[in-house]
T-cell receptor, first 111, second 116 residues
Framework: GESVGLHLPTLSVQEGDNSIINCAYS??????FIWYKQESGKGPQFIID?????DKRQGQRVTVLLNKTVKHLSLQIAATQPGDSAVYFC??????????FGQGTRLTINP | DTEVTQTPKHLVMGMTNKKSLKCEQH?????MYWYKQKAKKPPELMFV???????INESVPSRFSPECPNSSLLNLHLHALQPEDSALYLC???????????????FGPGTRLTVL
């Protein structure tokens, strides 16, 4: 079946280091992907998106890479800060309106 | 205003109760969504309204009844729920741009529902 998943359920990094969160998807026809951040007690917050006609997109301190050959998506966070602690979800668009979320990675920042 | 608001923040109800969750947005978005999120799990889509009409129902049990009174409001009516329905219920909205646009969904903070 079609699914969106993550390689690691938890990730612990030192403050100031770069973080890399990975996501695998199985539907080669998927054309649009979003990364969301969810802090405790809050709803998911949009971080960055990418369309399938791109392989890289940069935002403020974040970069998303898309490798369509191996159906892999990653989120890179530069100079990780304590406020980056959260669960990160990748989401894959199916059709015009449906988003399918991956299982999530909990990012923990060590001081 | 770039917020999606949800009320109440917390709700405790018995299995025979009838309650409603409310969601509101003033971003001019024409698509609104209900998601269910269990602890330590990703959000799962329940319903989508597009231009105030129900466009997607992900085979949700009839004890959950959505309603979209106007383009800014979305309700979820609850009746005869089960304890396993306890979860965080998230509302989201987006511009309905179709397949050729992007689909950035803005989420509210959710309603934490407990069914006793």
């Amino acid at each position: 079946g079609e699914s969106v998943g993550l390689h690691l359920p938890t990730l612990s990094v030192q403050e100031g280091d770069n973080s890399i969160i990975n996501c695998a998807y199985s539907n080669s026809a998927s054309d649009y992907f979003i990364w969301y951040k969810q802090e405790s007690g809050k709803g998911p917050q949009f971080i960055i998106d990418i369309r399938s006609n791109m392989d890289k997109r940069q935002g403020q301190r974040v970069t998303v890479l898309l490798n369509k050959t191996v159906k892999h998506l990653s989120l890179q966070i530069a100079a990780t800060q304590p406020g980056d602690s959260a669960v990160y979800f990748c989401a894959e668009r199916q059709g015009a309106q449906k988003l399918v979320f991956g299982q999530g990675t909990r990012l923990t920042i060590n001081p | 205003d770039t917020e999606v608001t949800q009320t109440p923040k917390h709700l405790v109800m018995g299995m025979t109760n009838k309650k409603s969750l409310k969601c509101e947005q003033h971003m001019g978005h024409r698509a609104m969504y209900w998601y269910k999120q269990k602890a330590k799990k990703p959000p799962e889509l329940m319903f989508v309204y597009s231009y105030e009409k129900l466009s997607i129902n992900e085979s949700v049990p009839s004890r959950f009844s959505p309603e979209c009174p106007n383009s800014s409001l979305l309700n979820l009516h609850l009746h005869a729920l089960q304890p396993e329905d306890s979860a965080l219920y998230l509302c989201a909205s987006s511009q309905d741009t179709g397949l050729w646009g992007t689909n950035e969904q803005f989420f509210g903070p959710g309603t934490r529902l407990t069914v006793l």
